[in-house]
């Protein structure tokens, strides 16, 4: 079922960026045919979401349908990506000599950063408590510049 959630994730996203370019085209029906792709394919989505709630599969184990913990779950994940996956991620590519990825993954970490700052304080609002995530990304440059 995993799979099924991931798979159907990705189309969601794939319709959108479908319907943009439709759009960006001037074919405004194609655009609507593919923003209702997304929104069904959305709801199928969260579908498979309730089917692994409660079980022990990712990412069942960090939804609870309880905001609070959710928001927690989602202060984590984001903090791990910021901390870890895209540090990780720019330095291959830097390696490749990749410099337009390296850079752009250090824009998608930037915003990442935006995303946990965000969270972690509808967080600290919800519990009543201070903003505690910090991400521990230094080193990530957040414009195009080149080793």
Request: with cysteine.
């Amino acid at each position: 079922m995993l799979e099924c959630f991931t798979a159907e994730s990705a189309a969601v996203q794939l319709y959108r960026y479908h319907s943009q370019s439709a759009r960006i085209e001037g074919r405004a029906e194609t655009a609507e045919v593919f923003e209702e792709l997304a929104e069904t394919t959305a709801c199928v989505a969260h579908g498979y979401l309730d089917l692994l709630e409660g079980t022990d599969v990712p990412p069942a184990e960090h939804t609870s349908g309880e905001a609070r913990l959710n928001l927690a779950a989602a202060v984590a994940a984001v903090l791990r990506d910021v901390s870890e996956r895209f540090p990780q991620l720019r330095d291959l590519a830097l390696e490749n000599g990749e410099y337009d990825t390296a850079s752009w993954i250090s824009t998608v970490c930037a915003l990442k950063g935006a995303h946990l700052t965000k969270l972690d304080g509808t967080l600290a609002a919800v519990t009543g408590g201070a903003p505690r995530a910090r991400p521990v990304a230094a080193g990530i440059p957040t414009t195009g510049e080149r080793p």
